[in-house]
């Protein structure tokens, strides 16, 4: 029975819908997003402010916010230097060639080819055997219509992956830039402790050869020298551990930068100002603005593909193939006319019983899909919590900061007198030594409060995804965020 026309746009169309149906339409999975942050009311002024329409936002270089020149120069370096940045960017590149090696499967695979061959065969029973030539060059082309589908999805799986890839690359980024900045004000916290110690230490000195005087002049006791001499050595055991720490940061801090340790120094600097005001977003559009978010969400996006390319399985697949060139037996007429050979041919194959194999693998791709989609969900929660504990970090360490100050200006007062105490006669220099140890603890603890509040701030341009936002992804981004209200359960 010959094929008509109609029946071939039929049997193309009904392929053409098939394909359509073999996997489902990808939805971003929902995620239960809360209105507002929990912390986000405790959280003073001059470290939180709400982000108006058009509000400037920290795009690119958000570490500028600080208003340090030396921590700029840190973070260019990053970006151009890290390794591990460099190794995230190959990895990209490779995503995106895999996305254009995928969609090659459009098109045929064509083949140019060329032989030339003398032989000269044994022929039983005959006399002299005669030497042959075959010559032969053409081309040959190879096509498998994507009837059902399956070099879509795959180029959609290798779309997706490379979304995640350039998503991982960015969240890459953004933390080895904030790992520098709050290994950079460790560091500065670090030079003012070691201030403070070097203060004291010096405070120690004198008091100690003092007291070394009176104790000639019979004044102080011997117990009096002791105390001050393990005062003194005890100040220089914290200022040698506080070096330790300053020298750990340093060398962790020439890595993220690209550099040996050997050959990286930073001189003595201290923290100066307070944490600057960091723009605020709601919950709903954390979502778009962490890329390590995006990036779960784009592999949920890679394994619903996946489910369609398992479906494709169950289905034959259909090559046309086609040649055409010469062949001839002498050089002279190798491309002459008669010469010519061709052919055309189409071949299905399909898998007749393979005992549950392709069953298992489409079920298997449902499973890692559910995974996915639990994962960017679990990924969202975490980003949620990140933000709220960071909002909560720059509430309460401000308070504590006020705090932590007052107590210090109060300890110095109270030394002040103390000293004066002793010099009377009227305490001990045990006295003496007790007053100054809270008086350097509660210094140090100020400066270590500071610290931890840039950190905070830190960690909270972090946490909200620094400069990115889900629009710069390749491939046309991601389709909109889907919520769900607090009170609803994510389904």
């Known amino acids: 029975m010959k094929k008509t026309p109609f029946a071939s746009f039929a049997f193309a169309g009904t392929a053409v819908l098939l394909s359509g149906c073999l996997g489902p339409a990808y939805h971003r999975p929902s995620v239960e997003t809360p209105e507002a942050y929990k912390e986000m009311p405790a959280v003073s002024s001059d470290t939180w402010r709400p982000a108006a329409p058009g509000d400037a936002e920290p795009k690119g270089p958000w570490w500028t916010l600080f ?143 003092l007291i070394r005087v009176r104790y000639g002049a019979g004044i102080a006791s011997q117990a009096d020298v002791a105390q001050a001499q393990t005062q003194l050595d005890s100040a220089r055991a914290q200022a040698a551990d506080v070096a330790l720490s300053r020298a750990k940061f340093e060398h962790a801090i020439a890595v993220l930068t690209g550099v040996p340790p050997a050959s990286f120094s930073l001189s003595t600097a201290p923290i100066t100002g307070v944490p600057p005001a960091v723009p605020a977003f709601v919950p709903s559009r954390l979502l778009e603005r962490r890329p390590d978010v995006a990036s779960a969400e784009r592999q949920a996006a890679a394994a619903n593909a996946g489910i369609g390319l398992a479906r494709t399985a169950f289905f034959p697949t259909v090559t046309l193939a086609a040649s055409g060139g010469y062949q001839s037996a002498t050089l002279a007429q190798w491309f002459d006319w008669p010469s010519r050979v061709w052919s055309l041919g189409a071949s299905a194959a399909g898998t007749v019983l393979d005992f549950g194999r392709h069953r298992a693998q489409y079920r298997q791709a449902k499973d890692l899909y559910d995974a996915a989609v639990a994962s960017y969900r679990q990924t969202a929660l975490t980003a949620f919590q990140q933000v709220e504990d960071d909002l909560a970090s720059l509430s309460y360490l401000a308070v504590e900061g006020v705090h932590q100050d007052a107590a210090a200006r109060s300890a110095e007062q109270s030394l002040s007198l103390e000293v004066e105490r002793y010099k009377g006669g009227i305490v001990s220099y045990l006295d003496v030594i007790t007053t100054q140890n809270i008086a350097l603890t509660s210094e140090r603890a100020a400066a270590q409060v500071l610290s931890r509040r840039m950190q905070a701030a830190v960690s909270l341009i972090g946490a909200v995804g620094g400069g990115w936002d889900q629009s710069r992804l390749p491939y046309g981004g991601a389709p909109a965020v889907a919520t769900s209200s607090s009170t609803a359960a994510a389904r």
């Open 67 to 209: 208003g340090d020149p030396r921590l700029d120069d840190l973070e260019s370096r990053v970006v151009a230097s890290n390794q591990s940045l460099k190794q995230a960017q190959a990895s990209y590149r490779a995503a995106t060639e895999l996305v254009r090696a995928e969609r090659s499967g459009y098109f045929p695979d064509v083949t140019a080819n060329g032989a030339a061959q003398r032989q000269r065969p044994f022929i039983s029973g005959l006399g002299p055997r005669p030497t042959t030539d075959n010559l032969s060059a053409g081309l040959s082309a190879a096509w498998e219509p994507d009837l059902w589908g399956a070099i879509g999805k795959s180029v959609d799986v290798a779309k997706a992956d490379a979304q995640s890839s350039a998503a991982l690359l960015e969240n890459a980024r953004l933390s080895l830039q904030t790992q520098l900045a709050l290994d950079y004000f460790s560091l500065e916290e670090a030079d003012m402790e070691s201030g403070l110690l070097l203060s004291a230490l010096d405070s120690y000195q004198k008091a100690l050869e």
